[in-house]
């Protein structure tokens, strides 16, 4: 997504079951810009009841999946800097931008909404102001991104995103949303979701004040900082938590390592050397329990007692850490299986990633693995969108319609 020279290249589908592109949408249903558009997991959440009007995304692998899933008559390979709002047709309810998090997240640089990668976040909001010159500005504009957006540059990028929305005359409200309130993944992610200042809202979707668990304290000192002006246009948007419990994540684990090879015994008794003693007795433990337990084992870096940094192994069994994208090896999750007290350990595939991610088996992914785990750790989690959709946005689009009706 940063680069704006790159060039389409061949990119192979993986050999999953076929997926014929999904119906647009009828006619008469709200419809949806969707910006940074990866592989589409944002039109998965939206489902069928919503009609894509334009997609946007420069990376050629990620286009591919998208077109391989959707079809080819939304999307729009390129910098989003090279667009226009004519290239975007008619009018759309929802306009949706995951723009880049590299400079916004607490392992990058610390460039924030300055630095070349989630600084398009300004190009995205410059083609929600031409779409408002000219009598067209979406009924909801949404973003979503990392949650040291929350405290970018001492705050100040959180600031800016809001004015955003405030200087237009929205009224916005941000929610942090964990996807392991859906799926076996700990995936947090700040949420910011305004709408229209003359559309109607139902006092429903809205709180009297920060509400447990989508305004957790980090957000809630965030918004005390706004500037008094922006935070006027500030309101708590009211969300329920999920009913459902979400699926183990032994539940989305392919049997028999899928197509990826069992590490050696000796990678596998490395990986249990980096722990430490606290991670080596949960595996002991999944031992005693016997049965088969499945665990998600990632790589950090962890300060030691001399003040040095040692690389550290740490397991969970109950869910994966967040997914990404595979730029080093730290970044590769790793399974580590226990079986009536055998250890083996081996990469996650990319269609457990894809589960994790709330994608169904008939979503085609890209035949490399690379190019499947960048898809999946770059992506929106499928049913935090659905969520979203279900609790927020269609309220809003039917408050809307009732509002025109009236007009």
Not at 292 to 298: E, F, H, K, P, S
Request: proline share 9%; with cysteine.
């Amino acid at each position: 997504m940063d680069s704006a020279s790159a060039r389409p290249q061949p990119v192979h589908m993986a050999d999953s079951p076929p997926c014929p592109p999904c119906p647009p949408g009828a006619p008469g249903a709200p419809g949806v810009y969707e910006f940074f558009a990866g592989g589409g997991m944002v039109r998965a959440g939206l489902g069928e009841g919503w009609r894509c009007r334009f997609a946007n995304d420069i990376d050629p692998a990620k286009a591919a999946a998208y077109r391989a899933n959707w079809g080819d008559g939304e999307l729009r390979l390129g910098d989003i800097g090279a667009l226009t709002p004519a290239d975007l047709p008619g009018t759309a309810e929802l306009m949706w931008g995951s723009f880049p998090c590299q400079d916004l997240s607490l392992a990058g640089a610390g460039a924030g909404l300055a630095g070349a990668r989630s600084g398009t976040f300004h190009t995205f909001w410059n083609l929600a102001r031409g779409l408002a010159a000219e009598g067209r500005e979406p009924a909801i504009v949404a973003i979503e991104n990392v949650c040291g957006a929350l405290t970018s540059r001492g705050g100040r990028d959180f600031d800016a995103l809001c004015a955003a929305w405030a200087d237009a005359g929205y009224l916005f409200g941000a929610l942090v949303i964990n996807a392991d309130r859906f799926l076996p993944q700990s995936r947090p992610r700040l949420f910011v979701i305004g709408v229209r200042g003359d559309v109607a809202v139902d006092p429903a979707l809205l709180a009297h004040g920060p509400e447990a668990p989508f305004h957790p304290p980090s957000l809630v000192r965030a918004a005390a900082r706004l500037p008094r002006e922006t935070a006027k246009r500030m309101v708590w948007w009211r969300l329920p938590v999920p009913a459902a419990a979400p699926p183990g994540l032994a539940d989305l684990i392919e049997a028999d390592g899928a197509a990826l090879p069992w590490h050696s015994d000796e990678q596998t008794r490395r990986l249990l050397g980096l722990m430490s003693p606290v991670n080596q007795a949960k595996v002991e433990a999944a031992r005693a329990a016997g049965g088969r337990r499945v665990g998600a084992l990632y790589r950090r870096t962890r300060r030691t007692p001399d003040g040095g940094k040692a690389q550290r192994a740490e397991v969970r069994f109950d869910l994966a850490g967040c997914l990404r994208t595979p730029g080093g090896g730290s970044s590769r999750q790793t399974l580590l299986i226990v079986d009536e007290g055998r250890v083996r350990s081996r990469l996650m595939s990319a269609r457990e990633m894809a589960r994790l991610m709330g994608l169904p088996d008939s979503y085609r992914l890209p035949a490399s693995h690379s190019a499947a785990c960048h898809l999946a750790g770059d992506g929106v989690a499928v049913p935090v969108v659905r969520h979203l959709a279900r609790h927020l946005f269609e309220p809003l689009v039917a408050g809307r319609e009732v509002a025109l009706r009236a007009a």
